[in-house]
């Protein structure tokens, strides 16, 4: 094998298309993509199939499934369709598609030219596709229309989905030349991720196909086809089965489904609080910030914040989840930017042997394409890394949400909404909230008992040095403010609650001193430093979800201890409740995506993440974590 095929075969194969054939046809599977007009065949198959503009029109939130994204002909149909849609008010379009062997930007380019009616809307997607990574890529297209795309195997793929799907779209190239593709276990999880009274539409009648639809639980009805195609199949299922995947204890057993025009509170103005209300917007709600010290008063604050990626050997649901944060929040920053955000480049520099061989593995596992990831004889650089401007990104991120300048003293959830209770004596009801306030959320009630510490750190700027021409880390890091000057840290000190993070001379010259071999000749006397806290977790990764009813954990899973298996219930969680929280260092690439995943939990739409990622940021997880350890404990 070449090298070049070696380096293929380690990241996700891109589809390899024979144009010299009467239509694009896929050379791994020997068919065709799509032939004469492919986008009327769309239109009559999947979109008249189920319903859809009848549908559109009276919908505030509609889910898309898909089976085999290919040129994207399908979504840019449905797209296009529900902009021509009258419908309610703050109504949002959610598209889910797996997709194997993605198109490179070229044959997508070409195929594209064929419905010069849908170039609006192909230019854009063109524009937001995401590199081929395996995973989820969640873009966001317009501020009602989002596209949610699981790159890799499709069963894979979609065992590891979240969320409700209220139509499906099953293209799959044939299912004689991709068999794998129709399969009874195929539809059995598109039967798990149904919405009741989910459609479905396909081109192919075939007996093998209406059986494993049936077997699903799917009723079946076929209808004149498309062209030569003298039938097709349609469909619905009234009462799917069970939707999570998750463990018992990461499920919530009473899901409140919120539509657009809710009202959301956010607890903290930081980048969690932010990315809260930046997710809430693009769901249709409206986001509510309170915070006293007004926007970005902690560590968001900072003159420079790093955009670079946190890379993790081992491919497990943390590595996935960093990876696929920096890839969510560099969109983000794209779609978004201003000139606060400096797409510069990141250096992570290798200082030793140690973190030379730990670097060729990364380039050897290929977690990025090359235009992504390059070796440089002193580290890997990382072209679309760059530095932001924290304050100024954290007001894009909060938008036009409202603010309250108070500070929380309680809160009551119900079924019906959370109240908060002000130091001013105020109260405001909202349908939902989230927690989003640092080391602060353990001054909170229902969420003492998470694990959280806080972590000083001070960086330093220096407005009049000339900085690098590209942000350096290397454990410390030195980079180029967006506002001139260079920004360097920062240091790492352990506090007590409540305590306060001071800065102090020791630390920018602790700072200086970290920066010598590559910046030397720092002045600590023209340092403007600034010192501020970080919030962890023990295991350093974020805390995303809903806040977990403690009362309800300890008797229903105490059995745990003693490692019973049996059928244990899903979770009680605090009533419309959820946490972001534990960012670390890495909040300003982490935040985003974890807000997003927070959103989809309350709305119940797609997720933006797999459901092994979920668990691993649940709130949860560390008293199961206990609980299981204890079991581990009696048995020495």
Known sequence: MTGEAEEENKRLSAAKVDWDASAPRSILFDDIYFSGDGAAESEHV??????????????????????????????????????????????????????????GADDLARSHEAWPELAAYSAKLRAASPPRIPGVHRIELEDD???????????????????????WFFDGFSPAKNPAMWSPEIFAECARLSNPGATFATFTVAGDVRRAIASAGFTLEKRPGFGRKREMLCGRIDTPPASSRRAPWFQNAKPSRLQPGASLGVIGGGVAGASIAHAARRAGFKPTIIEEKGLAAGASGNPAGLIMPRLDLGGGPASRFFLHSYLYTIRLLNEIGGDWFSPCGVLLRAENDEARA??????????????????????????????????????????????????????????????????????????????????????????????????AGQIDW??????????????????????????????????????????????TQS????????????????????????????????????????????????????????????????????????????????????AAMILTEMTGEPSPADHEIAEALHPARFFIRDYKRAQHIRKK
Request: proline share 8%.
């Open 46 to 103: 999947f979109l008249k199939g189920n319903n859809l503009a009848a549908r559109f029109s009276s919908v505030y939130v509609f889910s898309i499934g898909e089976l085999g994204f290919g040129t994207g002909l399908n979504f840019l149909s449905a797209w296009k369709l529900w902009r021509e849609t009258k419908k309610p008010e703050d109504a949002r379009l959610r598209f889910f598609s797996v997709e194997g062997f993605p198109l």
């Open 145 to 167: 229309v989002a596209l949610t795309l699981h790159y890799g195997e499709a069963r894979e793929a979609l065992q590891r989905a979240e969320g409700g799907v209220d139509a």
């Open 358 to 455: 730990r670097q060729k593995r990364l380039l050897d596992d290929a977690l990025l394409p090359p235009d992504w990831m390059a070796a440089r004889e002193d580290g890997l650089f990382f072209p679309q890394g760059g530095v932001v401007d924290a304050p100024a990104y954290v007001a894009a991120l909060a938008g036009d949400a409202q603010f309250i300048h108070a500070s929380v003293v309680s809160i009551s959830p119900d079924e019906d909404g959370v109240t908060v209770r002000m130091n001013d004596g105020a109260a405001h009801h909202f349908d939902a909230l989230v927690i989003a306030n640092s080391i602060d959320a353990s001054r909170i009630l229902e969420a003492r008992a998470l694990p959280l510490s806080a972590i």
């Open 462 to 507: 220096f407005p009049d040095e000339t900085p690098p021409a590209h942000a350096i880390a290397f454990g410390p890091y030195a980079a180029p403010a967006p506002r001139g000057g260079l920004v360097i840290g920062a240091t790492y000190e352990k506090i007590t609650q409540g305590a306060a993070a001071q800065t102090s001379l020791a630390a």
């Open 511 to 594: 700072n200086i001193e970290a920066v010598s071999g590559i910046l030397p000749g720092l002045d600590a006397n023209n340092a403007r430093p600034r010192a501020s806290l970080r919030c962890q977790t023990p295991d350093r990764i974020p805390i995303a979800g809903p806040l977990p009813d403690l009362c309800f954990f300890a008797p229903s899973y105490d059995d745990l201890r003693l490692g019973k298996q049996r059928a244990y219930p899903p979770a009680e969680v605090v009533p419309r409740t959820h946490i972001l929280s534990g960012l670390g260092s890495r909040g300003l690439v982490t935040a985003p995506l974890a």
